[in-house]
């Protein structure tokens, strides 16, 4: 059997496929919106703009999250801004060259037809987040403030303080508590979605875990939007929350929802190095710190001199040098695999060798320490904290770490998977970044598909659909929850030695040597070998305390660390089944004499959508070729 | 270093809760604070105890879920988030103390973990502007000079932890609220419903059982966004304007 992969683009010229698509979706009044209900799953920024404007609508929404309250979701975390094609600065930019800004950073691996849409909405999202009082950085005069990103030539990137990702979450935040408000949103907090329910192959509800009480309870609903992240931790060390996880996405992928390219995955160049064994996440210091920082490593191999005593002729500003038109804002899977290369030729900085300077003190002499601190102040805060170091006085170490993840569950052009009625937006889908994402892009992607994409095209899904809504006392739902529990009592039931925790420990490192910033067809297949083994100990030696009817961090992570554990093993395989280079995907086989990826575009011009077949049966490998109707692919080039 | 911890365990809401000694071994200085609790529990479940529940995320100062009060102070000696503290702020051999945030609008849930939906509560009771998605005009339209945008960022940075409440002797939120009162009341965009917003939020901040501002200014000590305690002059002006104009 083979899936169905339509993706279903509008006809007509890129430009007017939106436009188009919004005329031909269907329409459902305001009185039969009522009679829908709608489940959101996550509250970051994609769910949570979903859920306050499906609610606005007039649907009846349920949303969760498995955080204390829906401000909490990583989104939060993003430092650096938000790209929108506004030209507010006359410096050339455009809804086209945002499009193929985007397109080209991530290689040429990307759906036209979604990224040109994300490039259209992109300016409203900034109006909308100016109404609902997202207080964006102002010039002087009052207009709003850009800076640049990497992958960009002009300024396009809008900003809060090195808070962006806060402020904008915090807004989708209060216009989801305005819609909890009304009545139209439901909102549970706490609660972990731990299984998807299909009734005649469409998504209907989910089954859930309450985390203070242990209830295992199952929702029902006319269609069910996962909003729930990327699946960067199963790195163990990366820049997402600790909670963040592929549970979700993993477990709608284990009912028949495709997982389109879980190989590519985006390691970001600028993150606090690691410092010790006990390290439990790893910190991200902006991208946008490159704008005044520059990025250099000793010329001499183990040259252990401190930072101020090595002479400007003896340091080695390797980006300017490779990449001299983008310099140290060339992109991040370029500039991550840069920093890689330097410290495996032995000129990696600070304890270990793995890390990489990145050093202000020209632009600290070209506009004041005041300034640089007004920019970036409460990131040198933040990396004193942790290191113990002043960055205004002495170059700041970074080196890169795993932060974003491409991959997701299939979608077409509405959103929604090949699952009818599963909607997937922001990271957990795949559409709109191809192999590599540019920096400020997240923020976009998520808002524009929970503000401005997903309120037009679920009408497309639902209006068929009216009093097609089953109960929850649907056998389907009964046999699931059945499926829920008796996985939580196998976990309680393996009472083994070794922790969780060091499971995912051991995973994580794998993962990160044999399928992080490089990969080979030897190292994929060497972590292929090791993972099924550590599952199996997994299972027969994790040791999971207490008991479902309660408050149990063990038993959470024990179901997160399990899905990792089968979820690294699609990841291997689909990176050694692309015998290409190309973004965040690096195979050493395949790469330029300059050491640059090296696309096949003959072969590999298409998305890799992996259908699940049981545990005993590998999954198997669809595809969906990537139509270029506009761009005309290239070598992607920075020089 | 080793240390002496204190750490208060309670099964739920229900049974009380009491503190109980735990010796942290081995513990280097460039680990966080939540990394040796991290360390603390893989010790207890070798021994075939059950871990020391705590609430955290982002681990990078910014979600605001990390909520310990350690040695009596609402995450700490840490400038910011309990996350953000390391232990070479501890000498080698202290005893630490180490407990939940604690106020009564706050119920405890397991161990060092509580609920503060109440502060989602306040927030649905008029922490936002009615802007209907698709309805806004041109970002650049409004116009707002740097400096009131700068003031309307410094109290939107609140992360919503609750140190504020935990840290007040009256178990207060009226810097939470503030800061959100002024965020908003800061920018033209909030005005219209700048007297409903007010009044709304600290009607349901006293329904939640929070208490007044005596002005400790604990709040503003233990603040990890580093929110200036004139946001409770700011909403109590706000209040009072709106009250006189409602009685009107």
């Known amino acids: 059997m083979s899936l169905n992969l339509d993706p279903k683009i509008p006809s007509g010229p890129l430009e007017q496929k939106w436009e188009r698509h919004k005329f031909e979706s269907k329409l459902i009044s305001p009185a039969n919106k009522r009679k829908f209900e709608v489940i959101v799953v996550g509250t970051g920024l994609a769910g949570a703009s979903a859920a306050a404007t499906l609610g606005e609508l007039g649907y009846k929404v349920t949303a969760f999250c498995f955080q204390d309250s829906p401000r909490r979701a990583h989104s939060i975390a993003a430092q650096g801004g938000i790209n929108a094609a506004k030209n507010y600065q006359n410096d050339g930019d455009s809804v086209h060259r945002l499009f193929y800004d985007t397109i080209k950073g991530g290689d040429f691996r990307a759906r036209e037809a979604n990224v040109h849409r994300l490039a259209e909405v992109s300016v409203s999202i900034i109006d909308h987040c100016v109404a609902l009082g997202v207080p964006f950085a102002r010039e002087y005069g009052g207009l709003l403030d850009n800076r640049s990103f990497g992958g960009a030539q002009v300024s396009r990137t809008f900003y809060a303080r090195g808070q962006t990702g806060q402020q904008l979450l915090l807004g989708a935040y209060s216009a989801l508590n305005r819609q909890i408000a009304a009545g139209t949103v439901e909102m549970h907090s706490r609660i972990e979605m731990l299984d998807l329910v299909l009734v005649d ?215 929604m998977s090949n699952l009818p009625g599963l909607f997937v937006l922001g990271e957990a889908n795949f559409s709109d970044h191809g192999a590599n994402r540019l920096g400020a892009s997240a923020l976009m992607q998520g808002l524009a598909d929970g503000y401005f994409v997903i309120p037009y095209t679920i009408g497309n899904y639902l209006a068929p659909e009216g009093g097609k809504r089953p109960t929850t006392d649907h056998p389907a739902f009964k046999q699931t929850e059945a499926d829920v529990r008796a996985q939580i009592n196998r976990f309680l039931s393996i009472k083994g030695k070794r922790s969780v925790e ?61 899905d990792f554990l089968e979820f690294g093993e699609l990841m291997c395989l689909d990176a050694l089944k692309r015998n290409e280079s190309c973004g965040g995907h690096f195979r050493e086989e395949y790469q330029t004499p300059e050491g640059e990826a090296q696309r096949d575009d003959e072969h590999f011009a298409h998305v890799a959508a992996w259908e699940y077949q049981g545990e005993k049966t590998p999954p198997i490998r669809n595809v969906e070729p990537l139509v270029y109707e506009t761009v005309k692919l290239a070598t992607r080039s920075y020089k | ?240 304007v709106a009250l006189l104009k409602d009685n009107l």
């Open chain 1, 201 to 415: 192959g469409h998504a209907k509800g989910i089954v859930t875990r309450n985390m203070v009480t242990g209830e295992i309870k199952s929702w029902a609903a006319d269609c069910v939007v996962m909003a729930t992240g990327g699946y960067g931790n199963v790195f163990y060390l990366s820049t997402n929350a600790k909670g963040s996880n592929v549970t979700a996405t993993y477990r709608a992928y284990k009912r028949g929802a495709a997982f389109a390219n879980p190989c590519y995955t985006q390691i970001h160049p600028t993150c606090i190095p690691v410092a010790g064994e006990q390290q439990a996440k790893l910190t991200l210091m902006s991208e946008s710190l490159r704008n005044d920082g520059r990025v250099w490593v000793p010329k001499k191999k183990g040259d252990t001199r401190p930072a101020s005593q090595i002479p400007d002729a003896e340091r080695d500003y390797y980006l300017e040098r490779k990449y001299p038109s983008f310099g140290n804002l060339a992109p991040r899977d370029i500039s991550s695999r840069s920093a890689k290369e330097v410290c495996d030729e032995g000129r990696g900085v600070g304890p270990g060798g793995l890390g990489v300077y990145l050093d202000f003190a020209d632009s600290i002499k070209r506009l004041g320490e005041p300034k640089i601190r007004e920019r970036y102040g409460n990131l040198f805060e933040m990396y004193h904290q942790i290191t113990g170091e002043n960055a205004y006085q002495m170059p700041m170490r970074i080196f890169p770490a795993v932060h974003y993840t491409m991959g997701g569950l299939w979608v077409d052009y509405n959103l």
């Open chain 1, 502 to 562: 060091s499971f995912h420990r051991e995973l994580g490192l794998l993962m990160w040597d044999y399928c992080g910033m490089a990969r080979s067809e030897k190292s994929l297949t060497r972590a292929l070998n090791r993972i099924p083994a550590l599952r199996q100990e997994f299972w027969e030696n994790a040791n999971v305390p207490g008991n479902n009817e309660s408050l149990n961090q063990s038993l959470e992570r024990a179901g997160r660390v399990a």
């Open chain 2, 1 to 240: 270093m080793n240390l002496h911890l204190k750490v208060w365990r309670q099964k739920n809401a229900e049974t009380k809760g009491h503190l109980v000694d735990y010796e942290a071994r081995n513990i280097p200085e460039d680990c966080s604070f939540l990394e040796m609790l991290d360390l603390v529990n893989e010790d207890l479940l070798s021994r075939g105890d059950e871990p020391i529940a705590f609430d955290h995320d982002c681990r990078e100062g910014i979600c605001g879920m990390c909520s310990l009060t350690i040695n009596g102070i609402p995450h700490g000696p840490s400038e910011t988030t309990t996350c953000q503290l390391y232990m070479r702020k501890f000498k080698d051999g202290a005893t630490i103390y180490i407990e939940p945030f604690r106020a009564s609008a706050f119920p405890p849930l397991r161990d060092l973990t509580v609920n503060r939906s109440a502060f989602d509560r306040i927030q649905q009771a008029g922490g936002f502007i009615s802007a209907r998605v698709g309805a806004a005009q041109d970002g650049n339209s409004i116009l707002i000079p740097k400096t009131e945008a700068d003031r309307a960022m410094e109290a939107a940075a609140c992360i919503g932890c609750g140190a504020c409440a935990a840290a007040c002797p009256n178990a207060s939120a009226m810097l939470f609220v503030g800061a959100k009162v002024t965020h908003l009341g800061s920018l033209p965009q909030g005005q219209p419903e700048r007297e409903r917003r007010v009044l709304a939020m600290v009607k349901k901040m006293d329904e939640e059982g929070f208490g007044n501002c005596s002005n400790y200014l604990e709040c503003e000590a233990v603040c990890p966004a580093e929110i200036p305690v004139a946001v409770i002059g700011q909403m109590n002006r706000d209040y009072s």
